[in-house]
Antibody, heavy 123, light 110 residues
Framework: QVQLVESGGGLVKPGGSLRLSCAVSGFTFSHYYMSWIRQAPGKGLEWVSYISSSSTYTNYADSVKGRFTISRDNAKNSLSLQMNSLRAEDTAVYFC????????????????WGQGTLVTVSS | QSVLTQPPSASGTPGQRVTISCSGSSSNIGTNTVNWYQQLPRTAPKLLIYSNNQRPSGVPDRFSGSKSGTSASLAISGLQSEDEADYYCAAYDDSLNGPVFGGGTKLTVL
């Protein structure tokens, strides 16, 4: 069955860095776009970033552009999110999710989600 | 402030039919398909409806979705206690060049 397992969350000081990972199994990882979505405590969902199946294309929310970098290793079935210059407002549970594209090749819906990893940015 | 607008709360009694609205604009719902996610308490979101009105395998037919213009709706018929959850609509936004979510609707089964 499809499994996505995030890791790497924790407590970090403002201005610090953290790298999240997502280990994937149960489908052909190299065939799918992947994404990170976050949820601040008690708040709604916010899309963070996505990456195409072969890493050709990446996209970021304006709130993280220039600070976060998404990457993937298709040989290891692994997705990563490097987070730099962290701010208090980045505090959230970070979910990795499989992103299915529409027939035109455009991002469409998130059909499988991991359980999330909590990132807390505080001094 | 979310790009897509949902009511913060909704409620119903067991067996009742409940609808949750999602309002957007020409750059998101007006142009692209709408998806709905269910988040049970203390769990990850789960895809509930995709492509406006399609149910993934395993989702009961009590859940249905529709779209008209720049708005969409999720309907839940035969409401059950286990439907108590947060529901989010989402769509791709061509102006923002990324997926956007509604603020979420907390459904309470009375």
């Amino acid at each position: 069955q499809v499994q996505l397992v995030e890791s790497g969350g924790g407590l970090v000081k403002p201005g610090g860095s953290l790298r999240l990972s997502c280990a994937v199994s149960g489908f052909t990882f190299s065939h799918y776009y992947m994404s990170w979505i976050r949820q601040a405590p008690g708040k709604g969902l916010e899309w963070v970033s996505y990456i195409s199946s072969s890493s050709t294309y990446t996209n970021y929310a304006d709130s993280v552009k220039g600070r976060f970098t998404i990457s993937r290793d298709n040989a290891k079935n692994s997705l990563s999110l490097q987070m730099n210059s962290l701010r208090a407002e980045d505090t959230a549970v970070y979910f990795c999710a499989r992103l299915t594209v529409d027939p035109a090749g455009d991002p469409d819906y998130f059909d499988y989600w991991g359980q999330g990893t909590l990132v807390t940015v505080s001094s | 402030q979310s790009v897509l607008t949902q009511p913060p709360s909704a409620s119903g009694t067991p067996g009742q039919r409940v609808t949750i609205s999602c309002s957007g604009s020409s750059s998101n719902i007006g142009t692209n398909t709408v998806n709905w996610y269910q988040q049970l308490p203390r769990t990850a979101p789960k895809l509930l409806i995709y492509s406006n009105n399609q149910r993934p395998s395993g989702v009961p037919d009590r859940f249905s979705g529709s779209k008209s213009g720049t708005s969409a709706s999720l309907a839940i018929s035969g409401l059950q206690s286990e439907d108590e959850a947060d529901y989010y609509c989402a769509a791709y936004d061509d102006s923002l060049n990324g997926p956007v979510f509604g603020g979420g609707t907390k459904l309470t089964v009375l």
